[in-house]
């Protein structure tokens, strides 16, 4: 019975968020594009119409032909395919880097909101320091020591971008743990650790969803930027910015060899910003209605 | 006052320990030996001990810690294994152009940002204001270092209006300066626009506005004042941010600064250079933070009243959460 009871419950409130988020047709947009995106990336074998490292030697350089309707690169790399290709590695950075940061942030957040006192201290102040480095900076710098590869690029976005997730899941927490429920289901005897995991962490989300989808899209620009500086994907796995770099050295003669891999860094990074936007709108009860 | 700028002041000595804690964790994590990576797999093992012994790495981490300590007293950050100069030097040195690049770019971001979004806001819901939103989310969206490609592309190759890269005249700041701003400029605008719509809505604008005051004065002297409060508390870490997008834009740009050489510094391996280029971007960037805290602790009495960065900080957290307060009840 109490269970069908939250299941109604909570299938209502996503039912609710839907209803309010399909209002606005740029975040539509946005979740259109993204989950193409992410069709794209998985379907890349079956879009792509060649390999991403098949050569041309007769096609080197060419521009919007039947063959090419993107052109190709030095090598005859048709631009396209590669293009589409690009989209995994992009996707798996902006989405497994998040991952990581939300899992240890809201992890690190839930115990320093829920325990206070000197635990909290310690975190925050910890976290103090960890964000006096300038964000970017640290992530290159990690990035580039533990070596160029896509896993580590991953590791060193997801760990740079911890303290914001910590910091929003804490202040999140501390509106939550007076509530009554947190008091009643302390008086059932609940340990600490099913009250954080079942009451507390699942109310204090709503505000981290709205961080959580503009940060793959912040993650993506930031993936892109470690690939531009060769910290990223290795060459001949096609990234986006990767690309990018590789179409800097005949930006004066072939420039859209660097102009569509932005453009797709682009449109991929805004579609996460205007779904985020959605999504806050959606969440604020001050615009219900 | 006096107190608040006393433990604000205080609040740097950690963090400057716990950034060179950091910055001497990073030859830490070095996958394998730094030394053997160094020299390449070919060294000797008495090259390998002498560089081991020169970098301290046989040490324990505490010894390693204080030693590190007292040299960046003494201004000593090691010399480059590139170029075999003293990496404080060549910092100081450099230290200008990246100040410049970062600072105007702040300037301008918010000299931009700021009008734009009053703009947006006065005009609510017609077409300028979606039009100017809509384009400043591309901005957003944009990578900085595609879009200075770009620029390069369009003004310096096709117009050749501008330099392509190199610093010689001031007209080689343009192109550098719109690269690393515009994304700013856009998130400024977006950001006074919302919190402008948030205080318009407040009683007593409408209690300005009951009064029988000017549009013009009741935007500027009641709104835009309290709208901007949260954006310039938040100016010091668009600084780090900023420092961020420098370190492409000096790449791409050719500018000789810290940026430059940090990325310099990283590709080639270069230890002494990260560890001195990181310590001091980040010692510039907390500076900046504290600067901003305190003058805006001598302008704003609601600052002050709150000794101390800890709770000034935390309460910006709560600043943030309370808009997302009711978000969670719903």
């Given at each position: 019975m109490v269970t069908k009871l939250k299941k109604t419950r909570k299938k209502s409130k996503l039912k609710d968020l839907w209803r309010r988020l399909k209002k606005n047709r740029l975040a539509v947009a946005g979740l259109i594009v993204l989950i193409l995106l992410i069709f794209i990336a998985i379907a890349a074998p079956l879009l792509a119409p060649y390999s991403y490292s098949a050569q041309d030697s007769k096609a080197s350089y060419s521009t919007g032909t039947a063959e090419h309707p993107l052109g190709t690169d030095k090598l005859g790399r048709d631009l396209m395919s590669?293009?589409?290709?690009?989209?995994?590695?992009?996707?798996?950075?902006?989405?497994?880097?998040?991952?990581?940061?939300?899992?240890?942030?809201?992890t690190i957040g839930a115990i320093a909101g829920f325990f206070g006192g000197w635990t909290e201290n310690i975190c925050m102040r910890?976290?103090?320091?960890?964000?006096?480095?300038?964000?970017?900076?640290?992530?290159?710098?990690?990035?580039?020591?533990?070596?160029?590869?896509?896993?580590?690029?991953?590791?060193?976005?997801?760990?740079c971008s911890v303290p914001g997730y910590a910091r929003l899941m804490r202040a999140s927490v501390l509106t939550v743990r007076e509530k009554e429920y947190i008091e009643s289901a302390r008086a059932v005897n609940a340990g600490n650790a099913r009250i954080i995991l079942q009451h507390i962490v699942p109310n204090a989300m709503a505000p981290l969803i709205v961080e959580i989808t503009m940060g793959v899209g912040s993650m993506i620009l930031a993936g892109s930027l470690l690939s531009f500086v060769g910290l990223g994907v290795q060459p001949p796995t096609p990234e986006w910015g990767t690309m990018i770099a590789e179409g800097r050295n005949v930006m004066r003669e072939h420039a859209t060899l660097a102009l569509y891999p932005g453009i797709c860094v682009m449109l991929s990074v805004l579609a996460c910003n205007l779904l985020g936007d959605g999504l806050r709108d959606a969440l604020d009860p001050r615009l219900k209605n | 006052m006096l107190r608040?700028?006393?433990?604000?002041?205080?609040?740097?000595?950690?963090?400057?320990?716990?950034?060179?804690?950091?910055?001497?964790?990073?030859?830490?994590?070095?996958?394998?030996?730094?030394?053997?990576?160094?020299?390449?797999?070919?060294?000797?093992?008495?090259?390998?001990?002498?560089?081991?012994?020169?970098?301290?790495?046989?040490?324990?981490?505490?010894?390693?810690?204080?030693?590190?300590?007292?040299?960046?007293?003494?201004?000593?950050?090691?010399?480059?294994?590139?170029?075999?100069?003293?990496?404080?030097?060549e910092m100081i040195m450099r230290m200008p152009y990246t100040l410049v690049l970062v600072g105007i770019s702040l300037a301008v971001s918010v000299g931009l940002g700021i009008p734009l979004g009053v703009y947006a806001a006065t005009h609510h819901n017609t077409w300028k204001d979606n039009g100017a939103m809509f384009i400043s989310l591309f901005f957003v969206s944009m990578p900085v270092f595609w879009?200075?490609?770009?620029?390069?592309?369009?003004?310096?190759?096709?117009?050749?209006?501008?330099?392509?890269?190199?610093?010689?005249?001031?007209?080689?700041?343009?192109?550098?300066?719109?690269?690393?701003?515009?994304?700013?400029?856009?998130?400024?605008?977006r950001q006074t626009r919302s919190n402008m719509l948030e205080v318009i809505r407040q009683d007593y604008i409408v209690t300005a506005k009951a009064k029988g005051l000017p549009e013009r004065k009741v935007i500027y002297r009641h709104a835009l004042k309290n709208?901007?409060?949260?954006?310039?508390?938040?100016?010091?870490?668009?600084?780090?941010?900023?420092?961020?997008?420098?370190?492409?834009?000096?790449?791409?740009?050719?500018?000789?600064?810290?940026?430059q050489y940090t990325i310099a510094g990283l590709t080639g391996r270069d230890y002494p250079v990260i560890q001195g280029s990181v310590f001091m971007l980040s010692v510039m960037f907390s500076l900046v933070i504290l600067i901003v805290d305190v003058v805006f602790a001598i302008v704003d009495p609601r600052i002050r009243s709150q000794s101390g960065r800890k709770k000034h900080k935390d309460q910006k957290d709560g600043n943030k959460i309370e808009e997302n307060t009711q978000k969670i009840e719903a």
């Open positions: 590669r293009l589409i290709w690009g989209a995994r590695a992009s996707l798996e950075m902006g989405a497994i880097a998040v991952a990581i940061a939300a899992a240890v942030g809201i910890v976290l103090d320091i960890y964000q006096s480095i300038p964000m970017l900076l640290l992530c290159i710098t990690i990035a580039a020591i533990l070596g160029p590869s896509l896993q580590n690029a991953i590791i060193a976005l997801g760990v | 608040f700028i006393r433990n604000r002041l205080l609040m740097m000595i950690p963090i400057v320990l716990g950034i060179s804690f950091i910055v001497l964790l990073l030859l830490e994590i070095t996958p394998g030996d730094p030394a053997k990576m160094l020299l390449g797999t070919q060294a000797t093992p008495e090259r390998l001990a002498a560089l081991r012994a020169q970098l301290g790495l046989d040490d324990p981490i505490l010894v390693r810690f204080v030693n590190f300590l007292w040299q960046i007293v003494h201004g000593d950050f090691g010399t480059s294994f590139m170029t075999k100069r003293p990496v404080f030097e879009f200075a490609l770009l620029l390069v592309r369009f003004f310096g190759v096709e117009l050749r209006w501008l330099p392509l890269s190199g610093i010689d005249s001031w007209q080689s700041w343009i192109l550098p300066i719109v690269a690393t701003s515009l994304g700013f400029v856009a998130t400024i605008a709208a901007l409060i949260p954006i310039i508390m938040v100016i010091g870490n668009m600084f780090g941010l900023l420092i961020g997008g420098a370190l492409i834009t000096e790449v791409i740009f050719g500018i000789p600064g810290l940026g």
